[in-house]
């Protein structure tokens, strides 16, 4: 797991993110979690890889608009 969130922190993703991503713990290898409703969760942690990404893009456009000489200051 500590591998799992360095991977994501790695990544540039934002702890509150992480927090929200792995708030739920593992939907597969925790049988004696008590009856929760697990069915939001894929989507949830989709919406957050999907707002992160998009993160990730706007900041490599900026990256290839510096490194291009396209910055507006």
Do not use: W
């Given at each position: ?61 900026r990256i ?10």
């Amino acid at each position: 797991m500590i591998r799992f969130i360095h991977g994501l922190k790695q990544s540039g993703m934002k702890l509150e993110d992480i927090a929200g991503f792995t708030g739920d713990g593992c939907l597969l290898t925790n049988p004696d979690m008590p009856e929760y409703d697990v069915s939001q969760t894929p989507l949830k942690r989709i919406e957050i890889l999907d707002r992160h990404i998009g993160d990730l893009k706007e900041q490599m456009d900026r990256i290839r608009a510096y490194r291009d000489g396209n910055t507006s200051r």
